[in-house]
């Protein structure tokens, strides 16, 4: 199991010289493009398995290393994917990073939205306690100065009011 610390921020798209998803599909996905998560606990060589869906079709794999994490992920959160990059290796070989986006509802219109997870540092004031932490953790972090407090953020623009969300957690 990948460790808390270690949490993906990005994985491979394994199989799809297997799955070989049309040409006429394969040109509309884009940087940017969404997909679907979906687990497969019946896939007989990885019980964690997530599918990548592109607009209904199957396209391969979260790479196997990921995919215990990814599959509790997309059951915990409801999680999609965006693809952050597309290529084709000199092989011929076509290739796809995606990145997990996590389901929020957003604090300024009450919609269903899809947000980036990170870690992120934060310099705590000399004078906060462990009980105000909350207090400070949406202070930027400065160049050359000593993180005191790693935080979890989930981040992103909406779908529905086009606004920008940022939660800690």
């Known amino acids: 199991m990948v460790e808390f610390w270690d949490e993906p921020a ?5 199989g799809i010289t297997f799955t070989k998803p049309p040409l006429s599909i394969w040109n509309k996905i884009k940087p940017g493009s969404r997909v679907l998560l979906e687990r497969e ?5 990885d019980r964690h398995a997530v599918r990548v869906v592109f607009d209904g079709l199957f396209i391969g794999y979260c790479q196997k290393e990921l995919s215990e994490y990814i599959s509790a992920e997309v059951l915990k959160h409801g999680c999609i994917g965006v693809v952050a990059h597309k290529h084709s290796t000199p092989d011929d ?6 990145i997990p986006l996590y389901e929020h509802l957003c ?12 870690m992120r540092m934060v310099d705590l004031p000399d004078d906060a306690s ?11 972090m400065s160049p050359g100065l000593n993180p005191d407090w790693y935080g979890l953020i ?13 939660e800690w957690v």
């Open 10 to 14: 990005f994985f491979r798209v394994k």
């Open 41 to 45: 606990p019946t896939n007989m060589h």
């Open 93 to 98: 070989r076509p290739s796809l990073i995606v």
């Open 107 to 118: 604090p300024f219109c009450g919609n269903k939205t899809y947000l980036k997870k990170e």
């Open 130 to 140: 462990d009980g105000q932490c909350s207090d400070y953790i949406a202070c930027e």
């Open 154 to 166: 989930f981040h992103g623009v909406c779908d529905s009011c086009g606004k920008f969300v940022e």
